[in-house]
């Protein structure tokens, strides 16, 4: 019987880490994408500066 009760704080553990691992991949998605946008600019005030 008790196997059980472990079981189910076991379950109820993963399912916080996989909320928090998907909160995880949405900010470092987020930031990629603002990383991203940085270097684009970066990339055009350096072609303008080149010329």
Not at 14 to 32: D, F, G, W
Request: with cysteine.
């Amino acid at each position: 019987m008790a196997q059980f009760g472990e079981r189910g704080e076991r379950v109820a553990e993963l399912e916080i880490e996989l909320c928090v691992l998907a909160e995880l991949q949405a900010a470092t998605a987020k930031l990629s994408a603002e990383a991203g946008d940085v270097l684009s600019v970066l990339r055009s005030e350096k072609s303008v500066l080149m010329v």
